[in-house]
């Protein structure tokens, strides 16, 4: 029974300094072509328009809020043209959608679920993808509505896939192996 709370005592020990030291962040981004709807991937005729929407969602992270968000788009060459971003975010944009963008909002966004602006194209027939990257000068950065304003990143849930299907971000990966509680119980014997 010692050995059991040892071991449950050391593995509480571990997971808190592990969580403190990397934190896994909640609030995701993620190209959807259907919003409110999670659909990241489109299977448009050649010659179609496309709207590829960039959404904000920290329904599961431990932001009240944003005053500030820096990303950079990426397109498949060949894939589109005429490209256009637009932000729906009432505020100050800077910058552009393939050499980083930053949006600041005239006041803190409180919307747990937002679609920060879309990228429009016609769809040349090529499949590919419209990829969220990290801005040059800010990657991943998120500022919360505090004063002063605290320094968050976000994580890419899906990226967006143009006749193929989406890849998926970096949100799924978690640093914990996914084990039974019988595997574990089975590495300190059974008493």
Not at 79 to 97: D, L
Not at 114 to 120: E, F, P, Q, S, Y
Not at 133 to 141: A, S, T
């Amino acid at each position: 029974m010692k050995r059991t709370a040892l071991a449950l005592a050391a593995i509480c020990i571990l997971a808190v300094g592990t969580a403190s030291a990397n934190p896994i962040p909640a609030e995701q981004l993620y190209v959807s072509f259907d919003p409110p709807n999670r659909t990241h991937s489109t299977y448009p005729a050649p010659g179609a328009m496309v709207s590829a929407y960039v959404v904000l969602d920290f329904e599961m992270g431990i932001l009240d809020g944003f005053s500030e968000i820096s990303f950079r788009l990426w397109a498949t060459p060949g894939m589109g043209s005429n490209y256009v971003f637009h932000s729906y975010v009432p505020g100050t944009v800077v910058g552009n959608w393939e050499t980083g963008i930053t949006i600041v909002p005239e006041e803190c966004v409180t919307t747990r679920t937002m679609t920060l602006g879309k990228l429009r194209f016609i769809y040349e027939g090529i499949p590919g993808d419209i990829t969220i990257e990290d801005h040059p000068d800010h990657p991943r950065l998120i500022l919360d509505c505090e004063e002063p304003a605290g320094s968050w990143i976000y994580c890419v849930w899906y990226h967006g896939g143009v006749g193929k299907p989406a890849i998926q971000g970096d949100c799924a990966v978690s640093p914990v192996e996914d084990v039974s509680w019988t595997a574990i119980k089975g590495l300190y014997g059974s008493e």
